[in-house]
C-alpha cells in the first residue's frame, strides 16, 4: 500500500531524511513516530506530493509519488497538523471545494458530505463558517474534508495536537471507526499513548532514520513487561523485568524511591535512540 | 479544467462573502482620484481635446484593472502564509496550470469588477464614452497581465512582507506613471522612452483610445497579449517553486 525505498530529503543543510525504507501493508494503522524535527512531516509531505524527495523512490496504492504524482495523489487524503481550511467559508463550502478539486460529481459531492457530517458528528454546524467552531469540531472538518473522495490511505499529521483529553480521545474513536471500515491509516504523532492505543504497527524515526519498526506489543516485549524507574546519583534510571516478581526481588525491602510501571513504547524510543520521545 | 473550476469556485466564494467590504474598497480610491483631480485640480481643463475628467475616467479604468488583478497575490499569499490553504491544493490532483488559471481568472473577475465601479461612478460624474468590444478587449489583456505576474509574484515571494514591497516598488510607481493622470506625451523624451516600456501605460492608451472612438494602436494589444503570455508561463513555472 505504502512503499518506501532508500528515501532521502536535504532542505539546503539539513538532511532531514537519510535512507529511510518502509513498507505500509493494507488496511493497516501504522503509526511513525519520534521527535520534532525527525522527519515525519517530510516524510508525509513526500508521500502526498506536497514536496519531492532529493533521492530514493516512494509509491502509494501502487504509483510513483512523482512520476505519477495525479495517479498518487487521487488515492491520498491528508489531515494536517496546522489546521488549513477556509476560515470564510462554510463547512459544506470546504468540504464542496475539496470535492471539486478531487473531480467529483456534484451529486457525489452532496452524497458523501451528508454521509461525512454524520460520521463526524458535526452536520448541525454545517453552515457555520469555519471561524465560529472550536478547535476540535475544525479537526473533525478537517478529517472529513480528507475522507472525503474516499482515498485508499488516509495521512494523519499529529491529528490531536494541541487538543483537550477528551477530545482527543474522541478523535481517536473516529480513527479506530476510519479503519475499521478499511482504510489504510498512516498517522504521525508524538504522544506515545496514541500510538500505543491506536497503532497496529510502528516506526521510531530519529534524525531522518528509521531505528526500529514493529507492533507496540513486540517492541516493548523486547524490553520486558514491567519498567522500574529510580533515581541513582541523582539521575533517573530505568530497569527493565519480564515480571512483577522479578522487579519486586530486585527492589528487596526498599520503600520509596522508585516507581514500578508497566513498559510503554517511550520506554523503547529510549532504548534505540537514548531521547524522549516530547516536543 | 475541473480543477481549474474548483480554484475560480473558491476565489468566487471567498470575493462574495466580502462582497460589499471589496465593493466599497474598490470605490474609495477612483472616488477620491475623481474628486481630487477630475472635479477638484481638473475643472475646466482640457486634455487631448477632451475634459479632464473624461480624460481620468479610462486611466483609472486602467490602473483599477491593474491594481485589482494584481491584487489576487494578496488573497493567495493569505491563502498560502496564514491559512496554510495552498497546501489543500498541492494535495489534490490538479496540473500546476489549473492553479494558475483558476488564479488568473479570479483576478480578471475581481478587475472587471472594479472597472464596472469605475464606469458607473463615472456616470454619476455626467461622463459617457464608448465602452466597445475594443475597450473591453484592452480591460480584459490588461487584467491577465496583471494577473499572471501577481499569481507568479506569489509562488516566489517567503512572505506577505515581501508582496507589499513589490507592489510598493512597481504597481504604485506604475500607477502614476503609466499614463493614468496625465498624458505620457507630455513628458521629456528620455521619460517617455523609459515609460513605453511600462505595460500600463500601452493599457492606458488603448483603453482611452477606444473610450474616445478612435482606432487603438494594435501593437499595443499585442504587446499586451504577448507579455501577459510570457508571465502566464512564468507563474506556471514559479507553481513548484512554492512547493517546498
Redesign the interface.
Known amino acids: 500500500m505504502i512503499r518506501i525505498e532508500k528515501l532521502t530529503k536535504n ?1 539546503r543543510t539539513i538532511q532531514a531524511l537519510k535512507g529511510v525504507n518502509l513498507q505500509v501493508n493494507e488496511g493497516e494503522l501504522f503509526a511513525y513516530l519520534g521527535p520534532n524535527g525527525s522527519g515525519k512531516t517530510t516524510t508525509i509531505k513526500i508521500l ?5 524527495p532529493t533521492s530514493g523512490d516512494a509509491y502509494v496504492h501502487g504509483y510513483h509519488v512523482v512520476r505519477e ?3 498518487a ?2 488515492q ?1 487524503g ?1 489531515v ?1 497538523q ?8 462554510t463547512v459544506d ?1 470546504n468540504l464542496d ?2 470535492g ?4 467529483m460529481s456534484a451529486r457525489e459531492r452532496a452524497a458523501r458530505i451528508d454521509e461525512l457530517l454524520d460520521y463526524v458528528g458535526i452536520r448541525e454546524r454545517r453552515n457555520s463558517p469555519i471561524k465560529h467552531l472550536s478547535g476540535g469540531m475544525k479537526r473533525r472538518v478537517m478529517v472529513a ?1 480528507a475522507m472525503m473522495h474516499a482515498p485508499k490511505i488516509l495521512f494523519m499529521d499529529e491529528p490531536t495536537v494541541g487538543l483537550d483529553p477528551t477530545i482527543r480521545r474522541r478523535i481517536w474513536s473516529l480513527v479506530k471507526s476510519i479503519q475499521q471500515s478499511g482504510s489504510t491509516i498512516f498517522l504521525t504523532t508524538h504522544y506515545i499513548e496514541e500510538a500505543e492505543f491506536l497503532a497496529e504497527r510502528v516506526a521510531f524515526l530519529d534524525e531522518g532514520r528509521i531505528v526500529a519498526v514493529d507492533t507496540p506489543q513486540n517492541l516493548m516485549a523486547r524490553l520486558g513487561t514491567w519498567a522500574l524507574d529510580e533515581i541513582v546519583n541523582g539521575d533517573m534510571e530505568t530497569i527493565f523485568f519480564q515480571s512483577r516478581e522479578e522487579a519486586n526481588r530486585h527492589l528487596g525491602k526498599q520503600q520509596g524511591g522508585f516507581t514500578l510501571r508497566r513498559v510503554n513504547l517511550e520506554d523503547v524510543f529510549l532504548s534505540v535512540t537514548g531521547k524522549k520521545v516530547v516536543p | 479544467m ?2 481549474c ?3 475560480y ?2 476565489e468566487l ?2 470575493l462574495k ?2 462582497f460589499f467590504r471589496q465593493l466599497a474598497s474598490m470605490s474609495v480610491g477612483p472616488l477620491l482620484y475623481l474628486v481630487a483631480f477630475g472635479l477638484g485640480m481638473g475643472q475646466g481643463v482640457q486634455v487631448q481635446g477632451r475634459s479632464y475628467l473624461e480624460f481620468l475616467i479610462p486611466g483609472l479604468v486602467a490602473m483599477s484593472s491593474m491594481t485589482q488583478a494584481f491584487a489576487i497575490a494578496s488573497e493567495i499569499n493569505i491563502a498560502r502564509f496564514y ?3 495552498f ?9 500546476n496550470i489549473a492553479y494558475v488559471t483558476g488564479e488568473v481568472l479570479a483576478g480578471i473577475t475581481r478587475a472587471l469588477l472594479s472597472v464596472v465601479v469605475i464606469l458607473l461612478i463615472g456616470l454619476l460624474s455626467g461622463v459617457s464614452l464608448s465602452y466597445n468590444i475594443f475597450f473591453w478587449l484592452a480591460v480584459v489583456l490588461n487584467s491577465f497581465l496583471f494577473a499572471s505576474l501577481a499569481v507568479g509574484l506569489a509562488m516566489v515571494v517567503k512572505s506577505h512582507a515581501d508582496q507589499a514591497l513589490l507592489t510598493n516598488f512597481f504597481i504604485t510607481p506604475m500607477a502614476f506613471l503609466g499614463g493614468t493622470f496625465f498624458p505620457v506625451d507630455r513628458m521629456p523624451v528620455w521619460a517617455q522612452k523609459i515609460l513605453h516600456f511600462l505595460p500600463l501605460t500601452h493599457a492606458a492608451k488603448i483603453i482611452r483610445s477606444s473610450a474616445f472612438g478612435l482606432t487603438p494602436d494594435r501593437f499595443s494589444y499585442l504587446l499586451l497579449a504577448g507579455l501577459g503570455t510570457m508571465l502566464f508561463v512564468v507563474a506556471f513555472l514559479c507553481v513548484n517553486k512554492a ?2
Open positions: 532542505y502526498t506530493g506536497l514536496a519531492n504524482t495525479l495517479e495523489k487521487r491520498c491528508l494536517p496546522t489546521i488549513n481550511l477556509d476560515h470564510e467559508l463550502e471545494i475539496h471539486r478539486l478531487f473531480h474534508r | 475541473r480543477g473550476l474548483a480554484i469556485r473558491r466564494l471567498i462573502k466580502k491559512w496554510r490553504i497546501e489543500e491544493f498541492q494535495a489534490a490532483p490538479i496540473r512547493k517546498e
